[in-house]
């Protein structure tokens, strides 16, 4: 029988989350489970899409993830497409994605270690700019893809089209393309809806538009959605893929969004659901209602 191996990616620059990779990775081993212990880099700047980490997908069993919902996208990116199911520890306040408390960290890998933890699915995106017709950057996302406008410029219009029929012009700040797991981080803080994390929709969420009758819009996995800046800014205008990683936009590009053919595997919370995390992270009132 081989041995198990598991990989831990810790918060970038946080004492408290390498002293538990530490503590984690000691207990892991006595136990004769193989382990690979990396640090988060540091989030990515404009033009830098590399975050690669040194430790191999193909020799992981799964990947814990000390940290919060920053930490645990960029090892999503990164190692998670690739099929390795990935454990989310919060270290901090309440994470979406990081749903695991840090005083149930033991019992849940150990859960883990037996295979008695339930994984599920969820939908990524796959990103691609076209200028002049020629590809220049590529990339994928858990979270949302975002066209923002800097914070003195008028507002951008953006051609957006599904499946090559002309949907509409959006003259906003910006436009937000969520993923269900997403539609709780920029896309809600815009005006969006909240779907569901294991639904199979993309969200279209204009930024400040200044046509209001510019609403969010569901849309299945099966689009692909395709928008170019129609007029050329007086600043810059930036593509973020999870708030994380920036590319910077010229008049014209083209940018192309379809479902990934990735999808990223997480552990489930065995003691918590989503609605309750959903409940406290809104803070939604605690009052039960009783039907007769």
């Not at 914070?151 to 051609?159: K, V």
């Not at 692909?224 to 600043?235: A, D, G, L, P, Q």
């Amino acid at each position: 029988m081989s041995q198990t191996s598991i990989g831990i990616v810790y918060k970038h620059r946080h004492e408290p989350a390498r002293i538990e990779a530490e503590k984690l990775q000691v207990w892991l081993e006595s136990r004769g489970v193989k382990v690979y212990s990396e640090e988060m880099g540091p989030k990515g700047r404009m033009n830098e899409l590399s975050e690669d980490f040194t430790i191999n997908h193909d020799l992981l069993k799964c990947l814990i993830v000390l940290g919060g919902d920053g930490t645990m996208l960029g090892a999503a990116r990164k190692v998670g497409r690739h099929g390795v199911p990935i454990l989310g520890v919060n270290l901090g306040g309440l994470g979406f994605l990081t749903s695991i408390p840090l005083k149930r960290l033991y019992p849940c890998i150990e859960m883990m270690l037996n295979d008695g933890l339930e994984t599920e699915h969820r939908l990524m995106l796959e990103t691609k700019v076209l200028r002049d017709g020629v590809e220049v950057c590529r990339f994928p996302t858990l979270n949302d893809v975002v066209i923002n406008k800097g914070a003195l410029a008028r507002i951008i219009d953006l051609d957006v089209y599904i499946n090559d029929e002309f949907l509409t012009t959006f003259r906003a700040d910006g436009l937000i393309i969520s993923t269900p797991t997403g539609s709780t981080g920029y896309n809600l803080s815009a005006g969006g809806p909240i779907l569901y994390p294991t639904l199979s929709n993309l969200i279209l969420t204009p930024i400040c538009p200044f046509t209001l009758t510019n609403r969010p819009l569901i849309l299945p996995e099966t689009v692909i959605v395709s928008i170019t800046m129609v007029k050329e800014s007086e600043e810059k205008v930036s593509l973020t893929f999870d708030g994380q990683v920036g590319f910077e936009l010229l008049h014209e590009d083209r940018i192309v969004i379809s479902k990934s053919e990735s999808r990223i595997k997480l552990f489930k919370s065995p003691d918590q659901t989503y609605f309750e995390i959903l409940r406290t992270k809104m803070m939604w009132g605690g009052t039960t209602y009783k039907a007769d």
